[in-house]
């Protein structure tokens, strides 16, 4: 296993460019099995997630290829079962039920399980597809779907669940009738899997809004997609220039999407500006803490909240977080505390009382964000900071070492 090791306290300058979304990739790469040709996606971030998607997508019965940041994916005979070996290793690997049972009327997929940061059930999905016509049974550690031609009907989520309303979009698109979906997510991500299915030759409106209606058509071709920009990476490099003192420029910044990120920054007193898709971005005098509260889309994203807590941990006066999307989204917090934070915890409330600094330690990864905010309180300590368990880290950041040392910061990976 590998570590991560950081000589925090250099002051970061100089540009970085952000990769391809993850979690946009994720849905487009199980979008592919609806495809009747090749698709070719551009931008695709090289990630141990999306290689996991890869070989399910092999086991599932499709080509893939992955060149630089250039994937095809050629479907061929399409079989129905996710063993537990892949799905065990990635949640996201449930978006295959949908573009399944659209396609071949039955599914075998191993249920996710819980995960570091809570139990995450997709009973949100199951019983939105059984309203299309899907039945389905849960038997060892499996969720078994059947369904005939599934059917178009009208759901309103319980919750705007991200996942729940990605598998339905995909479902949706090839079933017999209109979809309407209310309640559904507004996340840029789903935005990017509804264009990427038009672009097969889907007909989705609404996306971004939280009525999505989908007239089904009897079948998908294959295409070319760009995916979209990782917000929440650039998320991260934005927090990673400011908590070190430096400027950055963020290259390839999806400055939209990031805006109730962008807005509690500048509360807390980051300087940011939009320029030709770049953020430029630096410190506006003293940073404050503030109070933020985790929503759906377009609240402040559950992606971004331990690296703003990390943030917090160094600003003046006390910011008062809550976790709404997450029960167990703070397993950051007392490793934070062993760099010398001062956060208290109530529930899914932590208190953050800024300190003039952190000290540097080792560390342990739980969860992606939770890595990512260790990440940065490392390069904000005085001293070394080894963060251990980073596999979490490359499920989602591609290139971070090399990302952060191009811009001065002191970084390396030594085994564990
Ligand atoms: C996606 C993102 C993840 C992000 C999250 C919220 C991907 C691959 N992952 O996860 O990075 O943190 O959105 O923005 O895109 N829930 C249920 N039943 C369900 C489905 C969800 O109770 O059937 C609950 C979950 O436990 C959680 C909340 O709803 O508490 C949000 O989950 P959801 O929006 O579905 O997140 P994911 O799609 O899992």
């Given at each position: 296993?590998?570590?991560?090791?950081?000589?925090?306290?250099?002051?970061?300058?100089?540009?970085?460019?952000?990769?391809?979304?993850?979690?946009?990739?994720?849905?487009?790469?199980?979008?592919c099995?609806l495809?009747?040709?090749t698709?070719?996606?551009?931008?695709?971030?090289?990630?141990?997630?999306?290689?996991t998607?890869?070989?399910?997508?092999?086991?599932?019965?499709?080509?893939?290829?992955?060149?630089?940041?250039?994937v095809?994916?050629?479907p061929?005979?399409?079989?129905?079962?996710?063993p537990?070996?892949?799905?065990?290793?990635?949640?996201?690997?449930?978006?295959?039920?949908?573009?399944?049972?659209?396609?071949?009327?039955?599914?075998?997929?191993?249920?996710?399980?819980?995960?570091?940061i809570?139990?995450?059930?997709?009973?949100?999905?199951l019983?939105?597809?059984?309203?299309?016509?899907?039945?389905?049974?849960?038997?060892?550690?499996?969720?078994?779907?059947?369904?005939?031609?599934?059917?178009?009907?009208?759901?309103?989520?319980?919750?705007?669940?991200?996942?729940?309303?990605?598998?339905?979009?995909?479902?949706?698109?090839?079933?017999?009738?209109?979809?309407?979906?209310?309640?559904?997510?507004r996340?840029?991500?789903?935005v990017?899997?509804a264009?990427?299915?038009?672009?097969?030759?889907?007909?989705?409106?609404?996306?971004?809004?939280?009525?999505?209606?989908?007239?089904?058509?009897?079948s998908?071709?294959?295409?070319?997609?760009?995916?979209?920009?990782?917000?929440?990476e650039?998320?991260?490099?934005?927090?990673?220039?400011?908590i070190?003192?430096?400027?950055v420029?963020?290259?390839?910044?999806?400055?939209?999407e990031?805006?109730?990120?962008?807005?509690?920054?500048?509360?807390?007193?980051?300087?940011?500006?939009?320029?030709?898709?770049c953020?430029?971005?630096?410190?506006?005098?003293?940073?404050?803490?503030?109070?933020?509260?985790?929503?759906?889309?377009?609240?402040?994203?559950?992606?971004?909240?331990?690296?703003?807590?990390?943030?917090?941990?160094?600003?003046k006066?006390?910011?008062?977080?809550?976790?709404?999307i997450?029960?167990?989204?703070?397993?950051h917090?007392?490793?934070?505390?062993?760099?010398?934070a001062?956060?208290?915890?109530?529930?899914?409330?932590?208190?953050?009382?800024?300190?003039?600094?952190?000290?540097?330690?080792?560390?342990?990864?739980?969860?992606?964000?939770?890595?990512?905010?260790?990440?940065?309180?490392?390069?904000?300590?005085?001293?070394?900071?080894?963060?251990?368990r980073?596999?979490?880290?490359?499920?989602?950041?591609?290139?971070?070492?090399?990302?952060?040392a191009?811009?001065?910061a002191?970084?390396?990976?030594?085994?564990e």
């Amino acid at each position: 296993m590998d570590k991560l090791c950081i000589e925090g306290g250099r002051a970061l300058n100089g540009t970085i460019t952000v990769s391809g979304s993850k979690n946009a990739a994720l849905p487009i790469l199980f979008g592919c099995i609806l495809a009747q040709g090749t698709v070719r996606l551009s931008n695709v971030p090289r990630l141990r997630d999306i290689s996991t998607t890869l070989k399910l997508l092999e086991i599932l019965g499709c080509r893939t290829t992955f060149e630089g940041n250039e994937v095809t994916v050629r479907p061929e005979k399409i079989v129905p079962e996710a063993p537990y070996e892949l799905v065990k290793t990635m949640r996201a690997s449930v978006l295959c039920l949908g573009p399944l049972l659209a396609l071949l009327g039955q599914a075998k997929v191993s249920l996710p399980g819980g995960c570091a940061i809570g139990a995450r059930p997709v009973n949100l999905h199951l019983s939105a597809l059984e309203l299309m016509g899907a039945e389905f049974e849960l038997d060892s550690g499996y969720i078994y779907g059947r369904c005939d031609k599934l059917k178009g009907a009208h759901i309103t989520f319980d919750f705007p669940t991200v996942g729940g309303t990605e598998n339905l979009l995909m479902a949706a698109a090839l079933a017999q009738g209109e979809t309407v979906l209310e309640n559904s997510a507004r996340e840029p991500e789903v935005v990017d899997l509804a264009n990427f299915l038009n672009a097969m030759g889907a007909k989705i409106t609404g996306q971004g809004t939280s009525i999505i209606r989908i007239q089904g058509v009897s079948s998908l071709t294959g295409t070319d997609y760009r995916v979209m920009p990782d917000r929440i990476e650039a998320g991260t490099y934005i927090v990673a220039g400011v908590i070190t003192g430096g400027e950055v420029v963020i290259q390839d910044c999806p400055f939209q999407e990031l805006d109730a990120v962008t807005y509690k920054l500048r509360e807390m007193g980051v300087w940011l500006e939009e320029k030709d898709g770049c953020a430029l971005v630096k410190r506006h005098g003293e940073l404050v803490g503030v109070d933020l509260v985790t929503q759906p889309f377009p609240g402040f994203p559950t992606d971004m909240q331990a690296q703003l807590m990390t943030l917090m941990c160094l600003a003046k006066g006390t910011g008062v977080i809550e976790e709404k999307i997450f029960e167990n989204r703070f397993m950051h917090v007392q490793e934070l505390v062993r760099l010398g934070a001062d956060i208290r915890l109530k529930g899914r409330t932590a208190v953050v009382r800024g300190v003039p600094k952190l000290v540097g330690a080792p560390v342990m990864a739980s969860d992606l964000r939770a890595s990512a905010s260790l990440v940065l309180a490392g390069l904000a300590a005085q001293g070394k900071t080894e963060v251990l368990r980073i596999y979490h880290l490359d499920r989602g950041y591609e290139n971070l070492e090399a990302k952060l040392a191009g811009v001065g910061a002191r970084v390396w990976r030594e085994k564990e």
